[in-house]
């Protein structure tokens, strides 16, 4: 956190009240950083951060004001506004009526079942509230009530009131599912892995041919990107960690020829389909930087064609009940879609409109044709993600498919326009200061309000969370610590100055459960970086498996941590994608290329010594073990750092394909934005030629050290 002095505008306020009110608001008023230090947060940021919640406040009086309207906010309600609740739990809840008054409560159950709610006999001393004497009665969510989406509803005189009710899992059943056998499984990005009928980008035809083939190697499960909709047209943001909505899915990955319709086109627009993927794919074998832009323009007039081809009844009756089904999420998503494509890149940035009602009918009517089109793009991509879950199911994956979840979505994206009462305004999400940047990290993404979420029912998480694991084996979370507490960056300050905003992330992480119950998905949160040790736990106990990076487990005195001592329930793996392959990372490509883009902090002799003693020191677990012999060579090192990791109690075991081939160039290079392509590197291997999915059924090396890791299991 920075030295600067606090903002003028703060000068005045009493700092007791001010943090006993971020405190009321779940903000934290001190940060500990990565040297152990524990600093105070800037008053200026408290107060930025009350803005962005909705508590504005100037001074001492109106510090007080918001402290005692936080007080009696939940007495000024019949009903909470949500309540979240694990199976089998009697929680009790108040409901508030004038003093004196009978109140009736009932439970709705998600089948249509209308359940009676005893009162209980709890005595609450009556308040004046807004100078009306009102009572607080107490009642208990009925203990039995099945798993789901149920309501609470409430009636006292003429008031009437409800509320969302949610029964979650106690614990994921999928954990123990899984955790009772090990397996291993593949991690990608799925845009760098073509084919040769691949558009110049690694497509869901071939997802589903990865999963056929490693699954014919034993593999139970293939990771992929996020595959989150980015740029209705180009240009489109490359990374797939920066989404413009994280609900549905990019058009870019959709197979051209394998919709149905496809086959139903006139002479002219098939040959006009075959020249556009024709001069696509001629790109499959370049190695250089993957680039979107013209793959989807190419695409775009592709899918148009295939659109204006008339459905027959049963494929037109599937389509409408997909959008029936998606509801208005899809229909505003659609609609935003239609807006931005209209945008002149050269006009400048984007920024998302501020539309009435009755400009936004307008516009539903205007746009029909081009709303209708995006929402059709959508249901292709649902089937075709449908049937490569089939394929992976077919192909012997316990698991199949698991989707990967990005923290947040752009500020000027979809979601942030359709979502935008239950974001915060003002701040972004981002990242304390660490050893790796002074100035903390800006992920330039709005952060859910909390306190509008939970008046929302969780809604709007539920329905993401439904549409990505609607054909998916399971889901990890990225920065899953993001459900119990998010840094938040106001807008005109350095990430370092930011705030931790508490999130009831027993409800969170409850409604993530819930939807990877009923879909039969693994969970895995990504929980790396600091947090409290009881976090871990936590999770654990909840049936959501954790992360385990070979390079960062280290134990009390760091030393690495040896892998016996590795959780169960988690995915292990050598690395990540934000980390070079393991072929880099050994021969010190990583450090070089930093000092290329003069991102050292030391002479580049120094940085690569440093980084060959703290590689020495985990390639002397495998040494120890017999598994590394002296002078062995890069694919056997490689191969040896994997039969270490199966010697870990990990259920999961992850293989980077990247590692699998020999790949050394990493994907994602932190502290650049366009001195490095990152998200933008295709799959190639240890003599630099492209790697294609056809490829990998033949690959010695690849095959080689799927069968090493498969060994280590046994």
């Not at 020249?275 to 696509?280: F, G, I, P, Q, R």
């Not at 049936?543 to 390079?551: A, C, K, R, V």
């Amino acid at each position: 956190m920075t030295d600067s002095p606090e903002h003028p505008a703060t000068a005045s306020l009493s700092t007791d009240r001010l943090h006993a009110l971020a405190r009321a608001w779940r903000v934290d008023t001190t940060v500990t950083g990565f040297d152990g230090v524990t600093r105070d947060v800037p008053a200026a940021t408290l107060v930025a951060v009350l803005a962005a919640l909705g508590v504005t406040v100037r001074d001492d009086a109106e510090v007080d004001a918001a402290l005692a309207d936080r007080e009696l906010a939940p007495w000024r309600r019949l009903l909470p506004p949500v309540l979240v609740v694990t199976e089998g739990e009697e929680r009790a809840f108040p409901v508030h009526v004038p003093h004196g008054d009978d109140v009736l409560v009932w439970v709705e159950t998600e089948d249509g079942r209308n359940l009676s709610v005893p009162q209980r006999d709890v005595w609450t001393e009556p308040r004046e509230v807004d100078g009306r004497l009102t009572g607080r009665a107490t009642f208990a969510v009925p203990a039995g009530l099945p798993l789901g989406w149920h309501t609470v509803g409430a009636k006292s005189g003429n008031q009437l009131g409800s509320c969302r009710l949610i029964v979650t899992p106690r614990r994921l059943a999928t954990a123990d599912t899984v955790g009772a056998t090990r397996q291993w499984g593949l991690m990608t990005q799925l845009y760098s892995v073509r084919s040769r009928r691949s558009w110049g980008v690694g497509d869901l035809a071939d997802l589903a041919d990865l999963a056929s083939i490693s699954g014919a190697e034993g593999a139970g499960w293939l990771l992929i990107n996020p595959l989150h909709a980015a740029e209705p047209a180009p240009p489109v943001e490359p990374s797939p960690y920066l989404p413009t909505s994280r609900r549905f899915f990019h058009p870019l990955y959709i197979r051209v020829e394998d919709i149905p319709e496809y086959a139903y086109l006139p002479g002219p627009e098939r040959a006009r389909v075959a020249d556009l993927a024709s001069a696509c794919s001629a790109a499959n074998t370049s190695v250089d930087a993957i680039d979107r832009d013209p793959v989807y323009t190419a695409k775009l007039e592709a899918l148009a064609l295939v659109h204006a081809v008339e459905r027959g009844p049963w494929r037109q009756d599937a389509y409408a009940r997909f959008v029936q089904r998606e509801g208005a999420g899809l229909r505003d998503f659609a609609l935003w879609c239609a807006l931005r494509e209209r945008h002149d890149p050269d006009a400048g940035d984007w920024v998302n409109p501020d539309l009435s009602d009755a400009q936004i009918g307008r516009l539903r009517s205007e746009l029909a044709d081009r709303i209708d089109f995006f929402c059709w793009l959508q249901f292709v991509a649902d089937e075709q993600l449908a049937a490569a879950q089939r394929v992976a199911e077919g192909a012997g994956m316990g698991v199949g498919i698991l989707h990967d979840l990005a923290v947040g979505v752009h500020r000027q994206g979809s979601d942030a326009w359709t979502l935008r009462h239950v974001l915060a305004p003002g701040v972004t999400v981002g990242a304390p200061a660490d050893m790796y940047s002074a100035l903390g990290q800006n992920w330039n993404q709005p952060p859910w309000h909390p306190e509008r979420l939970a008046e929302a029912g969780y809604v709007p998480f539920r329905d993401m969370l439904r549409t990505i694991l609607r054909h998916a084996g399971g889901i990890r979370v990225d920065h899953i610590l993001g459900l119990f507490r998010l840094w938040w960056v106001p807008e005109g300050t350095v990430a370092a100055d930011g705030a931790y905003v508490g999130y009831d992330h027993e409800a969170m992480i409850g409604v993530l459960a819930l939807e990877a119950q009923r879909a039969g998905a693994v969970v895995i949160g990504e929980d790396l970086g600091l947090f409290e040790p009881w976090v871990r736990r936590y999770l654990a106990d909840r049936g959501i498996l954790g992360t385990s990076i070979l390079w960062f487990e280290f134990d009390e005195a760091h030393d690495p941590l040896p892998v016996e001592r590795y959780r169960r329930l988690c995915l292990a793996s050598v690395n990540t994608h934000d980390l070079p392959p393991t072929a880099g990372y050994l021969s010190g490509e990583h450090i070089r290329l930093r000092e290329r883009l003069g991102l050292l902090d030391a002479p580049l002799e120094q940085e690569l010594a440093a980084d060959r003693a703290e590689q020495e020191a985990f390639l002397v677990l495998a040494r120890e073990r017999g598994l590394l012999p002296e002078g062995a060579d890069e694919e056997h090192t490689i191969a040896a750092l994997y039969e270490l990791l199966g010697a870990s109690p990990a259920c999961l075991i992850g293989v980077s394909l990247v590692d699998a081939v020999g790949e050394k160039r990493v994907q994602n290079q932190p502290g650049t934005k366009d001195e490095y392509p990152n998200w933008r590197v295709p799959l190639a291997d240890a003599d630099g030629a492209a790697v294609l999915v056809e490829d990998l059924a033949a690959s010695r090396r690849a095959r080689g050290l799927f069968a090493t890791v498969a060994r280590a299991l046994r």
